[in-house]
């Protein structure tokens, strides 16, 4: 009898290991509310950054810049290029980045070449925060638990048990077990738990 009820715990056993190891829970999907919140992170700088020249492309002269035989004439055209070759012309422009911001860019020549070039930037880059809310829980629900287990010391097995437990709606948990102790003697209980917390 006794040999027969070790070997009924020891296929119980068996069977509880096997099915923990291929049984996934189901859960009941909550009800979800989902908030997206943009913040935006403000990009302001200068950047300065002198260009090489990539082509020279000579043209022919206008007749206002083929030099005058006549002296004073001539002078006069010298000093005007003169003038306006040591300018310094600053070209500006502003190049709008759809909603996001703008990029103002300032060109510097002198001499006939690109003195410097500056950048001017405002944007904004947005940031996505995604939160969700548990507005409702899904409804408790009972379950049902096969178990077993060992119990021993340093001189070997003192009890060896299998049960069931079951868990109510009210996380309230009773259950029933039976085992043999070491004395080959059939035990049996009941357990029940309460949640704390």
């Known amino acids: 009898m006794n040999k027969i009820l070790v070997i009924i715990i020891v296929a119980l056993l068996f069977t509880v290991t096997a099915q923990h190891k291929g049984c996934s829970p189901t859960y009941i999907k909550d009800d979800t509310v989902i908030l997206h919140d943009t913040t935006w992170k403000v990009h ?13 492309i000579h043209d022919t002269l206008p007749p206002e810049y083929i030099a005058d035989t006549n002296y004073p004439k001539l002078k006069a055209q010298y000093d005007a290029l003169v003038v306006a070759y040591l300018a310094k012309n600053i070209y500006a422009d502003t190049v709008k980045l759809d909603t996001l911001g703008y990029v103002a860019v300032a060109d510097t020549l002198h001499k006939n ?7 001017k930037y405002n944007y904004k880059i947005p940031t996505v925060t995604v939160t969700t809310t548990i507005t409702k829980q899904a409804p408790p629900k009972g379950a049902l638990f096969v178990g077993g287990g060992v119990t021993g010391n340093k001189n070997g097995l003192n009890l060896l048990q299998g049960g069931l437990l079951y868990k109510s709606k009210q996380d309230k ?3 029933l077990h039976i085992g043999i102790n070491g004395n080959s003697q059939v035990v049996y209980g009941v357990q029940s738990f309460w949640k704390i917390k």
């Open 173 to 175: 948990i009773f259950g």
């Open 44 to 56: 302001d700088s200068l950047i300065i950054k002198k260009l090489k020249i990539k082509e020279v």
């Open 113 to 119: 070449e690109l003195l410097g070039r500056s950048y």
